[in-house]
């Protein structure tokens, strides 16, 4: 493909976006599924320029006077972001072959005339609609908050599955394949690769093993907070594709240790026996072999709203090695009346804008409106107090969302501690003293925890953006 082609391929692909609940992802491969002629290089290089448009989309959009079809968002990008003068632009759009046709007058016009200041939000690369609410949670850090969220390409972060393997195992086998793995600073189990060139993390022999799972350090910490131990009842009550399942699933896998009289010297036992043997019909034979003793696991049980997600689980579950009882959950919440109090951890990683992960997926931010952060409040609220019904006195209550808003994350506990006088805040000090969590995480995150409340982020922590909430039931 010629240069030109790919940009038209690429607006063609922004359209489909725009039109669309569909990752970037995946419309990127249906067009590559359906345009087998595309070599990888023109593969690579319309991905980049689609993500590219979208990560800068607010800026493109205001520099050409509010068009949002891809045409103008590309040729917008080609002056903004490549810097292209008028001529070499022009180049590109000749009309010939497969590329985009001339430019119009008004489109000239537009890449010619001097930008002028940018609103805040527009120079920010957020939706205008969620900058009061980042003033608000961030104050004058809030520009910085919003560009590492909506500007850099995350890393790929992977928990090893201590189940089955240990960190340094992986780092070796990951070396091994010729990828550079990092240790994250505040998940023990935690891996990082650069997204620069993207690993093939499905491909490798690691994964295929189930040594590895690909999850965000700051979803790994949200597992930790749980403070599950063996012999414990858990709950994970929003499963989704499954991820935090599996990091709690490994915390309660029976682990083999050998008892202590099986160190030592097996001494004689003596077996009566008819022939005699000690003269007083014994005969002594070597006292059997201890056996391993195994620590008693955990039961998990994983609930979602939706039976494929829960059947996308069990493939996951099989290769890690590790068990969870999956649950079909009513739509009013029913099909959990077995469990009622009877939880030592309930989960509750509520479903949410995504706003955490727009790092990862910039289109997300653009497709967000206030009625949807409006619902996903209330229906946050419904859950969390539905699941707060399963746990036990004494037990346990995280919430967690992968949100950067207070429309949903602090206003969600406010609502909860209201109505539920029986939950007391857990300090997020207090859970986080556990053996899966780093030196670093106990301080770091110690120092940006409010009481019982912890906010992450890419520009505070590394992470995506997430929120956890810890409480107990106290009556």
């Known amino acids: 493909m010629t ?58 959009v205001w520099a050409m006077g509010g068009r949002e079809d891809g045409r103008a968002l590309v040729i917008g990008s080609l002056s903004l972001i490549d810097g292209l003068p008028l001529d070499e632009i022009e180049a590109l759009h000749s009309g010939e072959g497969y590329g985009p046709r001339p430019l119009s007058k008004q489109e000239r016009g537009r890449i010619t005339s001097a930008p002028g200041e940018l609103p805040g939000w527009v120079a920010a690369g957020l939706p205008e609609f969620v900058v009061e609410d980042f003033k608000t949670t961030f104050g004058d850090r809030w520009t910085e908050e919003a560009h590492e969220l909506m500007a850099p390409r995350a890393p790929i972060d992977l928990r090893v599955n201590l189940a089955k393997t240990t960190v340094a195992g992986v780092e070796a086998e990951l070396t091994e394949a010729g990828l550079t793995p990092q240790r994250t600073p505040w998940s023990a189990a935690g891996l990082r690769l650069s997204a620069e060139p993207p690993p093939n993390v499905q491909a490798l022999e690691a994964f295929k093993q189930g040594h590895i799972e690909i999850q965000d350090e700051g979803s790994q910490v949200a597992c930790w907070l749980t403070g599950v131990e063996p012999g414990m009842t858990v709950v994970d009550y929003c499963a989704g594709g499954g991820g935090k399942t599996l990091g709690l699933a490994m915390l309660g896998q029976p682990v083999a240790t050998k008892a202590a009289v099986a160190e030592a010297p097996a001494a004689p036992v003596a077996v009566w026996s008819p022939v005699g043997g000690d003269g007083q019909g014994a005969v002594v034979q070597p006292k059997p072999k201890a056996k391993p003793v195994a620590e008693m696991g955990i039961r998990l049980f994983a609930y979602d709203v939706v039976q494929k997600r829960l059947d996308n689980i069990r493939p996951r579950l099989s290769r890690a090695g590790v068990s969870a009882d999956l649950r079909l959950l009513g739509q009013n919440g ?27 997926r910039p289109e997300d931010a653009w497709r967000l409106k206030p009625e949807e952060v409006e619902r996903l409040h209330a229906l946050q609220v419904q859950i969390l107090g539905r699941a707060a019904e399963l746990v036990k006195p004494g037990g346990r209550l995280v919430f967690v969302t992968c949100s950067m808003l207070r429309g949903e994350n602090e206003a969600t506990a406010d609502a909860f501690e209201e109505n539920n006088p029986a939950f007391a805040p857990v300090p997020v000090a207090e859970a986080l003293k556990t053996a899966n969590l780093t030196d670093a995480a106990r301080e770091r995150l110690g120092q940006l925890a409010e009481g019982h409340r912890l906010r992450l982020s890419p520009a505070s922590t590394g992470t995506d953006g997430f929120f956890a909430a810890v409480y107990e039931r106290t009556a």
Do not use: F, M
């Open 3 to 60: 240069p030109a082609a790919r940009l038209a391929a690429a607006a063609s692909v922004l359209d489909s976006i725009a039109h669309s609940r569909q990752p970037a992802e995946v419309v990127l491969k249906a067009w590559s599924a359906a345009n087998r002629y595309a070599g990888s290089k023109d593969r690579r290089a319309i991905a980049d320029r689609v993500y590219k448009v979208i990560r800068a989309r607010g800026r493109l």
């Open 334 to 360: 029913g099909g959990v009346e077995d469990l009622v109090r009877q939880a030592d951890v309930v989960l509750v990683d509520a479903p949410c804008s995504g706003s955490g992960t727009w790092r990862r």
